[in-house]
């Protein structure tokens, strides 16, 4: 019998996989205990199909009404400010900070967010212009 060579690795991948998902699992049960992980997965589960999914709905419908050749630009810019809002809230909020530790979280996180959303909103909007000159020289011609 003459089994591809892609098949034999595919096959292994697979299996390094499923033992590594199964460490994983082990390790969740083993040193945080059934309640935590299973309450953390119900809670992710939650908080994706009830406001993530919604939201990026919405989001996907309102930019809709964009003119097509802008709306690659508005939803990158979407995503973009999307994914630093989910790893800069935790601090912007201060989960963590603590008032006899002065060092953890010192930083003006709030300020530096709004700075992160401002260059994003004008990465797009230069992408924005630059598109509509292109356009405009196109139709010039």
Excluded: Q
Aim: net charge positive; glycine share 12%.
């Amino acid at each position: 019998m003459n089994v591809p060579l892609g098949a034999v690795v595919r096959g292994a991948v697979s299996l390094a996989g499923a033992a590594l998902i199964g460490w994983g699992v082990y390790g969740i049960a083993a040193h945080v205990g059934v309640g935590g992980w299973v309450t953390w997965f119900a809670g992710a589960a939650v908080l994706h199909d009830g406001v993530l999914v919604p939201l990026v709905l919405v989001a996907g419908v309102l930019t809709g009404f964009v003119p097509a050749a802008y709306r690659r630009a508005v939803r990158a810019a979407l995503v973009t400010a999307g994914c630093v809002t989910v790893v800069a809230l935790p601090m912007v909020l201060g989960k963590g900070r603590r008032a006899d530790e002065p060092s953890r979280l010192p930083l003006p996180y709030d300020r530096n967010f709004a700075i992160v959303l401002a260059f994003v909103a004008a990465v797009a909007a230069a992408s924005v212009a630059v598109r509509g000159v292109a356009r405009r020289r196109r139709r010039a011609r």
